[in-house]
C-alpha cells in the first residue's frame, strides 16, 4: 500500500466526535492504539467500536461535571453552595468532582492573592442576571456570605462553609473537564487524542497536534491565527475587556437583547477589574488544563510588577508558559 | 443592530459577489465529524433499521413547535428524520438532523430520541467556521476588489484546534430544543 493511501487510511481510523456541553462545543479526537495501520477491515471495525466507546465514555464524565458544577441550575452543588444558611454547623455533601474543583480554587485564590477570585466573579456576573443557581433564596438574602479561604474540607466529598458562598468555577471548571477526559480516554486505553472543550484543551501521547491561538490585534479585530503545535500539555485562552461584536443574537422567544457570546467571567472582567478597557489576552500552556485555566485568569490581572514576579515563579514552579497580546 | 448574517449579505451585495455566504467567505473550511449513517447507528443502538420519515411542516406545525420551544423559528426550518425500528419492526425512536448557525457558519447535527420523545443524545455532523470578523476590516476587504467569482471552500482534513474563539452552543441548545417539541408531536400522533 503506498504511503498516500496509508495516509488516509490512518485518517479514517482516528476518530472526531463533538457534543454540545459545558455551554459551548466539546471536541474528542482520538488516534487508533495501534502504532501500524491496520489492513484487516475486520480489526477496523472493533477498533472503531472500542474508539466509540472510549468517546462515550469521556463524554459522559464531562457531562457529569457540567451537571454538578453548573451555575444556571439553582439545584447543582454550587447552587446549594450558595444557599446555605450562615452557621450552619451541617456539612454540604457535595459530588467529589466539586469538592476537587474548590480545593484547586481556593488553592489558586490564595497562590494569586485574590487576584483568582470566583467568588468576586460570581457576584459580577449574578448582579448582571446571567448566574441564575446564584439568585438568592429568601433564607439567605441580608446574611453575610461565606468566604472561599474559611471553606474547610471534609473527606473528598463534604465541606463545611461559614456563610453562602457563590463562586462562579466557569473557567477552571472547563479545565477540569478536559482533564477528566483526558484521564477518561487514557483508562480504556487510547494511546493519543486531543479533548478541546471551547478553546480550553488538553492533549495526550506522543502526536504534535496542530492549534491555533486566536488573537485580536491592535485594531480590535482577530487577526490571523498564529500557528503552534501542542504535544503531551493542556493550553487555555483568557480574555479581558468588553467586545461588543461577540453579543449573539438568540432565538429565545421574548428575550429582548443579545446574549453574549459565552458570558463567562472574561467578558465581565475577572476579580475586581470588571471595565471596559482595551482587550487583553493570556494563553498559557501547562501539564493539566485546570492550571492552564487558573494561570490565565491570573496573569490578566497581573498589573504590579510584585504580582508579576510572583507569577513568574508559580510559572516556573509549575512548568507552565505564558504568551500575552493587548 | 444587523445580525451577522445580514451583515454578510450586504457585504456580499456591495462587493457584487452572487454566491452563498458560505462560499464568498474564502477562509471558511468545514470539518466533517461522522456521516448520517454512522450517527443512527451511535445515536439510537437499540434501532436496526432507520425509515425516513416525511416531514412536511405546515405553519400551525411550526406554529406549535416554536411555542413548545419558546424559540423563533429559522425561515427555513426543514429537518430530516428518521424513525428507528428494531428487529421486530417496533419503533424503538427518532433520529432528525438540522442545522444552526455556529459563530458565523453552519453546524449540522443529530440528535436522537426514544419512543416517548424523550432526547436521548446529540452529535455535531459537520461544522464549519470562518474568519468572519475580518471581513468588517476594509483593508481586509481590498483583496477580493475585482473578483468575479466566488472563491473556493478550503476543507480540512484535520479540526482546527482554536484557542481563544469561544464558541457558545447557545444555537445549537435551542435547535435541539425545536427537535425535540417536533418529535413530541410525533409520539403522540
Known amino acids: 500500500m503506498s504511503t498516500r493511501s496509508n495516509a488516509e487510511h490512518w485518517l479514517a481510523l482516528c476518530l472526531r466526535r463533538g457534543q454540545p456541553l459545558l455551554g459551548t462545543l466539546v471536541t474528542v479526537q482520538i488516534e487508533p492504539w495501534f502504532a501500524d495501520v491496520a489492513h484487516d477491515h475486520d480489526d477496523a471495525a472493533r477498533h472503531r467500536t472500542r474508539l466509540h466507546t472510549a468517546a462515550d465514555a469521556a463524554f459522559a464524565a464531562v457531562a457529569h461535571i457540567g451537571r454538578v458544577m453548573s451555575a444556571h441550575c439553582p439545584t447543582s452543588d454550587l447552587g446549594r453552595l450558595a444557599r446555605v444558611e450562615r452557621g450552619s454547623t451541617a456539612p454540604l455533601v457535595l459530588d467529589p468532582h466539586t469538592v476537587h474543583v474548590l480545593c484547586a480554587a481556593q488553592h489558586w485564590q490564595r497562590l494569586s492573592a485574590g487576584a ?54 466557569g473557567g477552571i471548571a472547563k479545565g477540569y473537564a478536559v482533564d477528566a477526559a483526558v484521564e477518561t480516554l487514557q483508562r480504556h486505553g487510547v494511546r493519543s487524542g486531543l479533548v478541546n472543550a471551547g478553546g480550553d484543551m488538553r492533549a495526550f501521547g506522543s502526536r504534535h497536534w496542530p492549534i491555533a491561538v486566536a488573537r485580536r490585534g491592535a485594531d480590535g479585530v482577530r487577526t490571523a491565527q498564529i500557528p503552534r503545535t501542542l504535544c503531551n500539555a493542556a493550553l487555555a485562552t483568557s480574555e479581558s475587556g468588553w467586545h461588543g461584536s461577540e453579543l449573539i443574537k438568540t432565538a429565545r422567544l421574548g428575550s429582548r437583547r443579545p446574549i453574549r457570546q459565552g458570558d463567562s467571567i472574561e467578558r465581565h472582567g475577572h476579580g475586581n477589574n470588571s471595565h471596559r478597557d482595551e482587550p487583553r489576552c493570556c494563553t498559557v500552556q501547562a501539564p493539566a488544563c485546570i492550571d492552564a485555566d487558573a494561570l490565565t485568569k491570573w496573569a490578566l490581572q497581573a498589573d504590579s510588577d510584585a504580582a508579576s514576579i510572583r507569577l513568574e515563579r508559580v510559572l516556573r514552579t509549575n512548568r507552565a508558559r505564558l504568551w500575552r497580546s493587548a | ?162 484557542t481563544g474563539a469561544t464558541l457558545s452552543c447557545q444555537h445549537l441548545t435551542e435547535g435541539v430544543q425545536r427537535l425535540s417539541a417536533l418529535v413530541q408531536g410525533l409520539a403522540q400522533s
Open chain 2, 1 to 162: 443592530m444587523i445580525s451577522r448574517r445580514e451583515s454578510l449579505r450586504r457585504l456580499a451585495a456591495g462587493t457584487g459577489v452572487a454566491a452563498t455566504s458560505a462560499l464568498w467567505l474564502g477562509q471558511a473550511s468545514a470539518t466533517v465529524f461522522m456521516d448520517v449513517g454512522e450517527a443512527q447507528k451511535l445515536l439510537l443502538p437499540a434501532a436496526a433499521t432507520f425509515e425516513p420519515l416525511a416531514l412536511p411542516l405546515d405553519a400551525a406545525q411550526i406554529e406549535r413547535i416554536a411555542t413548545a420551544s419558546q424559540t423563533r423559528m429559522p425561515r427555513r426550518f426543514a429537518p430530516r428524520g428518521w424513525a428507528g425500528l428494531d428487529a421486530s419492526g417496533q419503533r424503538v425512536g427518532w433520529v432528525l438532523t438540522d442545522h444552526v448557525i455556529g459563530k458565523y457558519e453552519f453546524i449540522d447535527f443529530a440528535a436522537s430520541f426514544d419512543a416517548r420523545g424523550t432526547a436521548i443524545g446529540v452529535e455535531v455532523l459537520v461544522y464549519r467556521e470562518s474568519h468572519g470578523a475580518e471581513i468588517r476590516n476594509p483593508a481586509w476587504r481590498k483583496q477580493f476588489a475585482g473578483a468575479s467569482g466566488p472563491k473556493q471552500l478550503r476543507f480540512n482534513d484535520d479540526i482546527r484546534n482554536v
Open chain 1, 116 to 169: 483568582f477570585d470566583p467568588a468576586a466573579a460570581a457576584r459580577t456576573l449574578a448582579m448582571a442576571g446571567l448566574r441564575p443557581a446564584f439568585t438568592q433564596s429568601s433564607s439567605v438574602v441580608g446574611q453575610a456570605p461565606g468566604r472561599l479561604g474559611r471553606l474547610r474540607f471534609i473527606g473528598a466529598d463534604q465541606v463545611l462553609t461559614d456563610g453562602p458562598l457563590a463562586l462562579d468555577l
